[in-house]
Nanobody, 120 residues
Framework: QVQLVESGGGLVQPGGSLTLSCFAA????????MGWYRQAPGKQRELVAT???????KYEESVKDRFTISRDNAKRTVYLQMNSLKPEDTAVYYC????????WGRGDYWGQGTQVTVSS
């Protein structure tokens, strides 16, 4: 069974930085695309950033030039470096990964979510 274990959320002042981490705890063959999503109160979950197995990245427009997604395949971990944080970045952040667990098994998995609050 695949578990995505997130860490790194918390409270930060506007303009501050946080780094989120997400580790895939499972017997796997490969991790394909990985990404971060977020959901603010009363809003739908939205894509923040994705990274392919080859390292290609995509970002939601409002976080470009402030957030950086990266991955360490050997550690089965994806990171989200968040700089210049704004109050509107406040949300629960979820890790997502497309994982191949066997020759016949591939699925889309989610972490439990980690709260990021940007407030003075």
């Amino acid at each position: 069974q695949v578990q995505l274990v997130e860490s790194g959320g918390g409270l930060v002042q506007p303009g501050g930085s946080l780094t989120l981490s997400c580790f895939a705890a499972a017997r796997i063959i490969s991790i394909n695309a990985m990404g971060w999503y977020r959901q603010a109160p009363g809003k739908q979950r939205e894509l923040v950033a994705t990274i392919s197995n080859g390292g290609s990245t995509k970002y939601e427009e409002s976080v470009k030039d402030r957030f950086t997604i990266s991955r360490d395949n050997a550690k089965r971990t994806v990171y989200l470096q968040m700089n210049s944080l704004k109050p509107e970045d406040t949300a629960v952040y979820y890790c997502n990964a497309d994982i191949t667990t066997s020759p016949w098994g591939r699925g889309d998995y989610w972490g439990q979510g980690t709260q990021v609050t940007v407030s003075s």
